[in-house]
């Protein structure tokens, strides 16, 4: 008896997995794309603005008849944000929803812990986000050929954010980061960054995103007294920051590497905008890049457009895109394998994010983008052009 | 430091209904952070959605919240009341999980803020400067705070409440209502979340995850105040603040939610009873 | 007939990875891989096991322990080289070590106190895991933990690098702590494990001394979850605080408690359920807990012996206590 209900369970597990593993023979199947992100736990709402933008770009591609011909399909997988879930995200995309190419996976450490399986089950993937400088140092010549990163990563950024601060006059800074991946890593960039460039830096302080209270932290910078502060914080946690900042009172400008000078913040502060005057934040991307897309987001979401989702959008139609025509010009299919190859050979002139082509170590050097919030706006300062010379 | 003293007032609130249900219900409710999480999003609901002024705002959590941990004791708590304190706490605990989730899809991980007219006003004294929200949740916590210790020491539900709490079994053979006792009790601890939700909620933000990290905080602080002893709880809640705030302040950022904890874990091997003894009592 | 299905069972549970690779030729890594983190978690749940089922205190540090070992682990093999069995061995030492101290103090309090206690150790040491940068690297993660190689110095070297060979490596170490668990919860050791569950003065007056028992099944326990931790991170070849936060006792008690408290196959059961059945049947992540807390919720009530309990009236077969 019990024999026959073990049976029965395992049929049925291996009958819905089987299920699954079928395919219609189409005519001509659609190019399928996987995207992984945080879809739940602490860091849901990343993979929920993934999964929009994904959405969004994916039937606005398919609306103007897809890739030559050749529809795309989206499959999502949720890393929790850890590398852990980032294996079991990749497997499941890669064995079960069968892609072509992997775009994901937005938090640092769930980047580090999928690069070895890709690598393994060779599919490529398209880092939209992971802002942790060993990927780069990974990718590519004499590493893992299977992964690409459009996006610029902390180290990047410290050395030429800092340099423009120094070029602007500032002396000295003290730099508050979020407690995870992302803060840590850039909170390390910057501490080499600023000696390089000849910026004091004053203190180093962290905090837990998604705690409420930064009167503690504010005291001490008080008391450290730096010229400027730089903030690594995102909008959710920068509007209580600024607004108890200055509630505190403090005087020193604000730089921000993040999303504090972003069109969430300004939401977050709408009663009263003036809260975040004067803050310059390194990006690279803003509300604004694509006007076109930022409308449809709008109409479609009803929120404003968020980075997350419009990174993995951008990613798609300008470096993913491109490279499925290549490989469907040169070999007639777009498979793993010929989508990698592509997307070496993926030269973009002018994606809204600047130019798309990727080194020797898989990294495409897009623009940095200064950007200062003012009276509730949000104006682009500066556009500053990267390139592997900078690090020198 | 003022500071400490709002986080203080803010954890004390929600501890002291936590005390209550440990002493009276003999529950323990891993669940509660989730009713100051839910309090939050009804104050949000009636100040930012529907443009209540905010006394309206304040008062509707509360109201709310209440209707909901009754509903919630004749369900959940009904069941698992005459259960051993394991179940109750997975029980609780999976309350806590199916609510912070429910409250991802249905209200989205996107941040509300609620600034009040109170939370952007600054007073400025001499260089001292505090918004006046922060004054605000320090005076109601003081006076919530005065009238919950009426009520237990004058009314006879209170009174009902504190005998409960010392013998339980005696009560019924008294003739004491246990149950509506204990439905009071619910009502009254999800009330006073919802009012320090509704308090402090202008100065930070409301996401669905708050209430996990409060409720642990809270649960320092009646282990540490003496279990179920409320008086004990609200102490070590206003202690477990000034020290996160000081800490922050003076020693690591980083580090101050650790303290909370160490607080807690060498109250207990110091004194393992609690701070104030093991009186099960209000 | 019984043993028959036993012995077949156990034939299909080894050969695993060729009726997978018959059966869901395109799916088979992925099956593979969860099939791998459910032989981890069920031997992490075993372990867990024994201190709430066995010895009846509810800890709820488990996650510090599971990451001391991880950590440990991962510093050993990346930092210091060390082969990957002498590593093993240091993960397992250090968390029962951990656990050796803290369990003196905390046993000393009452079973709530005790609870929130470990639960404070276990909030604690993942603050420390996520700020200590200059060991853990905090949330910068330790990466490019090396792939396990089995052998001693001297002699031949196994290297587990294949998905199978992991599966084996995570099933032997299952079936370890399995035996282990068998052996230590019978004859007279588990007679005096559940004499300290079931009624402690009675014990201590029949000269049970119930903190001597509760520490034993404390650190073993504690041992146990090091050594997974150690098998996880060379598995994934990354280690991140996140991997060892509050979440992880949530999935813990929901394997051990609806699976059933106390027995073996109860947890097994659990195991299975709760790691392969939401992968494979993929729902929406944020509905999947939604889901899971529901049922925890729905099961700890109604039957709180668990699934297994709830099987076993079913087939109708004796308990198996």
């Known amino acids: 008896m019990r024999m026959r209900v073990a049976l029965t369970l395992v049929a049925l597990l291996l009958a819905a997995l089987s299920a699954g593993a079928l395919s219609v023979g189409a005519q001509a199947p659609p190019i399928r794309i996987g995207f992984a992100s945080a879809m739940s736990g602490p860091a849901a709402i990343t993979g929920e603005g993934v999964r929009w933008g994904a959405t969004l770009a994916v039937e606005e591609i398919n609306a103007k008849g897809g890739i030559m011909g050749r529809k795309l399909e989206a499959s999502f997988a949720d890393n929790k944000a850890t590398p852990g879930e980032a294996v079991s995200a990749v497997r499941k995309l890669a064995d079960v929803d069968q892609v072509d190419v992997i775009i994901g996976q937005t938090h640092s450490g769930a980047c580090l812990g999928a690069m070895p399986v890709v690598k393994e089950l060779g599919v490529p993937m398209v880092i939209e986000a992971c802002s942790h400088p060993k990927i780069r140092e990974l990718s590519g010549k004499g590493g893992n050929e299977w992964t690409f990163r459009v996006a610029l990563d902390d180290e990047i950024m410290a050395y030429t954010f800092a340099r423009y601060m120094a070029r602007q006059g500032v002396k000295s800074s003290s730099v508050l980061a979020m407690n995870n991946d992302f803060g840590r890593g850039a909170a390390g960039a910057y501490e080499a960054a600023f000696k390089k460039a000849g910026v004091t830096l004053v203190s180093t302080e962290f905090f837990d995103p998604g705690q409420p209270d930064y009167r503690p932290v504010l005291t001490r910078l008080k008391r450290a007294n730096p010229e400027t502060i730089l903030g690594v914080i995102l909008a959710s946690d920068g509007a209580p920051f600024m607004r108890q900042f200055r509630e505190l009172g403090l005087t020193q400008k604000v730089f921000s590497r993040g999303s504090l000078a972003s069109a969430e913040f300004l939401h977050q502060v709408r009663d009263n905008p003036k809260i975040g005057d004067g803050v310059v934040e390194a990006g690279y991307w803003v509300v604004g890049l694509d006007p076109d897309w930022d409308k449809k987001w709008t109409e479609r979401y009803k929120v404003p457009p968020r980075i997350h989702g419009s990174l993995a959008a951008i990613t798609l139609k300008w470096a993913v895109v491109p490279a499925i025509e290549i490989a469907l010009k040169k070999h007639g299919k777009a498979d793993r394998q010929t989508i990698r190859a592509a997307l070496k050979e993926v030269d973009v002139k002018d994606s809204p994010l600047g130019p798309i082509k990727f080194d020797d170590h898989h990294q495409a050097w897009i623009n940095m983008i200064l950007i200062e919030m003012r009276d509730g706006q949000l104006r682009i300062l500066e556009r500053l052009q990267t390139s592997p010379a900078l690090l020198n | 430091m003022l500071q400490g003293l709002t986080l203080g007032s803010m954890y004390a609130m929600v501890a002291a209904g936590l005390a209550l249900m440990l002493g009276v219900a003999r529950l323990i409710n891993f669940a509660h952070g989730e009713f100051f999480m839910l309090g939050a999003y009804a104050f949000w609901l009636g100040y930012s959605e529907l443009g209540l002024p905010y006394p309206v705002a304040a008062l509707l959590a509360p109201a709310v919240m209440v209707v909901f941990g009754v509903a919630y004791q004749r369900t959940v708590i009904r069941a698992i009341l005459p259960r051993s304190w394991h179940v109750q706490l997975i029980a609780t605990l999976a309350t806590s999980i199916v609510l912070t989730n429910l409250a991802i899809i249905v209200l989205g991980t996107q941040p509300k803020e609620v600034p009040t007219a109170l939370s952007s006003r600054i007073l400025d004294v001499g260089g001292f400067r505090v918004a006046w929200q922060r004054l605000l949740v320090l005076v109601s916590s003081l006076i919530i705070f005065w009238g919950l210790h009426r009520f237990v020491a004058r009314t006879r539900t209170g009174r009902a409440m504190r005998a409960m709490s010392q013998n339980r079994e005696a009560c019924a053979v008294v003739g004491v209502d246990v149950q509506r006792v204990t439905m009071v009790t619910f009502a009254l601890s999800s009330a006073l979340a919802a009012l320090a939700a509704a308090l402090v909620s202008p100065l930070f933000n409301i996401f669905p995850d708050m209430g996990t990290a409060l409720t642990l905080k809270a649960f320092a602080a009646v282990v540490a105040g003496g279990f179920g002893y409320v008086n004990g709880a609200i102490a070590a809640s206003f202690l477990i603040g000034l020290t996160e705030a000081l800490a922050g302040s003076y020693v690591s950022y980083a580090y101050k939610d650790a303290i909370a904890f160490l607080i807690m874990i060498a109250v207990l091997l110091w004194r393992p009873q609690g701070l104030f003894g093991r009186r099960i009592g209000i | ?321």
């Not at chain 3, 119930?210 to 034993?216: D, N």
């Not at chain 3, 504690?222 to 050594?227: E, Q, V, Y």
């Not at chain 3, 509050?246 to 051990?256: E, H």
């Not at chain 3, 889901?291 to 077969?317: F, K, M, Q």
Request: charged share 10%; proline share 6%.
């Open chain 3, 1 to 321: 007939m019984r043993r028959a299905a036993t012995l077949v069972l156990a034939a299909a549970v080894v050969a695993a990875p060729w009726l997978v690779a018959a059966v869901v030729p395109r799916q088979q890594r992925y099956v593979l891989h969860v099939l791998i983190f459910t032989a981890l978690f069920a031997a992490l749940a075993l372990s867990y096991d024994l201190v709430v089922g066995h010895v009846g205190s509810l800890s709820l540090a488990h996650p510090a322990f599971f990451g001391v070992g991880a950590y440990a682990a991962a510093i050993l093999a990346t930092r210091a080289h060390w082969p990957f069995l002498a590593g093993l061995l240091a993960a397992a030492l250090a968390a029962a070590l951990v656990a050796a101290l803290v369990g003196v103090p905390l046993f000393r309090l009452t079973e709530h106190a005790f609870a929130v206690g470990t639960l404070g150790l276990a909030l604690v040491a993942g603050i420390v895991a996520n700020n200590w940068v200059e060991v853990t690297r905090g949330p910068l993660c330790i990466t490019g933990i090396p792939k396990p190689v089995l052998g001693l110095p001297g002699g031949p070297m196994v290297a587990i690098t294949t998905l199978p060979g992991y599966y084996w490596l995570a099933l032997a170490a299952l079936a370890a702590v399995a035996l282990l668990y068998r052996r230590l919860t019978t004859f007279r050791l588990g007679r005096a494990f559940h004499a300290v569950r079931d009624n402690e003065p009675l014990a201590g007056a029949a000269g049970i001394d119930p903190l001597r028992y509760r520490m034993l099944a404390f650190t073993i326990g504690a041992g146990l979850a090091g050594g997974v931790g150690a098998l996880y991170v060379h598995y994934l070849s990354v280690m991140c605080p996140e991997e060892m936060t509050v979440a992880l006792t949530v999935n813990l008690l929901v394997i051990v408690f609806l699976g059933g408290v106390g027995t073996l196959r109860g947890v097994l059961v659990g195991a299975i359920l709760f790691t392969a059945l939401p992968e494979f049947l993929r729902l929406a992540p944020t509905w999947r807990l939604v889901i899971y807390g529901a049922l925890l919720l729905l099961v700890v009530v109604r039957s709180p012996e668990g699934i297994d309990s709830l099987l076993r009236r079913a087939t109708g077969a004796r308990p198996a206590r």
